[in-house]
């Protein structure tokens, strides 16, 4: 039983979104099962897909937090 873990960021994929939304969700597990099925043979109903949203105040890139990151590189 494969159990795939997809962490996104909680920006969502349109100006003014802070989520995906459930069909991009949707394609998302889709993509993720047909991968495993494809590729290693899993059954789709063996295979388990979780989407964690991270909000952007629990990540950074180059040892900062995403914003700071943001406004430096914006600085350049």
């Known amino acids: 039983m494969p159990i795939v873990t997809i962490q996104i960021t909680r920006e969502g994929s349109a100006?003014?979104?802070?989520?995906?939304?459930?069909?991009e969700k949707?394609?998302?597990?889709?993509?993720?099962?047909?991968l495993?099925?494809?590729?290693?043979?899993?059954?789709?109903?063996s295979t388990f897909v979780v989407i964690e949203e991270v909000p952007l105040e629990n990540?950074?890139?180059g040892g900062?937090?995403?914003p700071e990151?943001?406004?430096?590189?914006?600085?350049k």
């Open 64 to 66: 900062l937090p995403v």
């Open 15 to 23: 100006p003014g979104r802070d989520t995906a939304t459930e069909e």
């Open 36 to 45: 495993l099925l494809n590729v290693l043979n899993k059954p789709l109903e």
């Open 69 to 75: 990151f943001r406004r430096r590189k914006a600085g």
């Open 59 to 61: 990540w950074g890139w």
């Open 26 to 34: 949707a394609a998302l597990i889709k993509g993720a099962s047909e």
